[in-house]
């Protein structure tokens, strides 16, 4: 066969006779437009039925397909195969969660964070609908937009050293939700998502290190959202020690 | 919608290795940027030491400085002074993504902001530098 | 506003402090105090005692030597002690927490006395 090849070194783990995670290789057709994901659906469709793996939308909006690829957090919808070849190219989990099996990660503790912070409109009084819709102007639109491209793909879990050694870290995706939802003009649930997001293991636990931003795919650059509630909260604290007295 | 029970007690639970920080670049340069930190409060140290020298005298504050002279000292302030460089480019460039700066309605893009803190520091260090050399001098 | 229970806030707006004075002050004073001194780049009328002791006599300059000198402690508290939790030694958290932030209440305390010295 003389067309070009491209070889996989893909990350097995079959928890019902592996105690450990091993790598296969998977030598496969070069195609100069494929994506790993493209890659990872030729080997199941036509070398190893198998193999493991969560897509969907493979185009980079589901969120669903983020895996290592040659150690760095990517949506392998949007890794061409191009900009590795003719290097081989290693498939591994995504970091820092646990493995159900291949490439499948258990997202459990992702999903109950971003529970915690309640990501969604809170009021304090709800409006009924006969009073119509709220109003936002563009310039309230923006200030919270950039944050609320989070496609919950969680690379910035797998790229964060901090949640990898303190797995109770709220993380910069769920931070960057909460902050989204705190900016958000029609919001009225900054109080309630407070305890959440300045505890310990909120907030505070962030060292800056600002991978989580290099590596999310819709550049929410959830680094400066956790940056900015430290700012905002430590204000906060300052201004009710040193002024008690004061009204909200 | 149907509730499906997984068996976690099969996952596989990967360990973080503590020498995580020399894997990737980026978490290197990580490092070296905390450790800034460190050399900046042994300088300080320093040189508080050298102002207590002051006090007692000039024979003991000579004394100091010539000892700060030595090659060993001098090596450690270069590579102090080089640490505390990178920590001033990076506080920089960090805090004007944290600060959103705003004028009128326009947001300042963040380039313009860490190049404006460089010139304020440029500004800053020539200030101090002519107050040292030039306040209270004897005539 | 409801303050939280944690602490972390006032350590953390004191390393941003500390960090801000790091950041401007620092350098030129390492240049000068760690480097042209003692090379003796400078002419020795300003680098001598007589000069140096009138100069940092003078209150508004201990003053400022205060905060150049006592804030980036804190600074340096505050990184330090994630530093070491990011290597490994989160288990000793506490021993941690008040070795760094008592060593920088330590170094504020001994910069108000050596000032006063002065």
Redesign the interface.
Known sequence: MNEPTVTLKVTRYRPERDSAPSAQAYTIPYRQDWVVLDALNYIKDMIDGTLTYRWSCRMGVCGSCGMMVNGVPKLTCAAFLRDYYPAEITVAPLANFPVVRDLVIDITDFMQKLRSVKPWIIRETEKPVSEGEYLQTPEELEAYKQFSMCINCMLCYAACPVYGLEPTFLGPAAVALGYRYNLDSRDQGREVRQPILASHEGIWECTFVSECTVVCPKDVDPAAAIQRTKVNTTLDWFKSVLLPWGAR | MSTVT???S?????K?P?T??L??R??FL??LR??S??F??I??????I???Q??R??AA??AF??R??SPG??I???V??LF??Y??FT??S?TS????VRVG?RQVPPPLVTAA?LA??IV??IV??LV??F????A | MTTHKTSEPFWWGLFSAGGVVAAFLVPIHLLLHGIAIPLGWLPADVTGYEHMRVLFGHPLIKIYLFVLIALPLYHWAHRFRFTLYDLGLKGLRTPIAILCYGGAVVGTLATVWILWLV
């Open positions: 997984s068996d976690k099969k996952l596989y639970y990967p973080m503590a995580w920080w894997t990737r980026a978490y990580f490092m905390e450790l930190s460190v900046i409060a300088f300080l140290v320093v040189f508080l050298e102002i207590y002051l006090s005298g000039p504050y000579a400085v010539q700060l002279a000292w001098i450690f302030h270069v102090a002074l505390a460089l920590h001033s506080w920089f960090l993504k944290v600060q959103v309605r803190n304020v520091w800053l260090s101090i530098l040292f050399l306040a209270q001098r004897p």
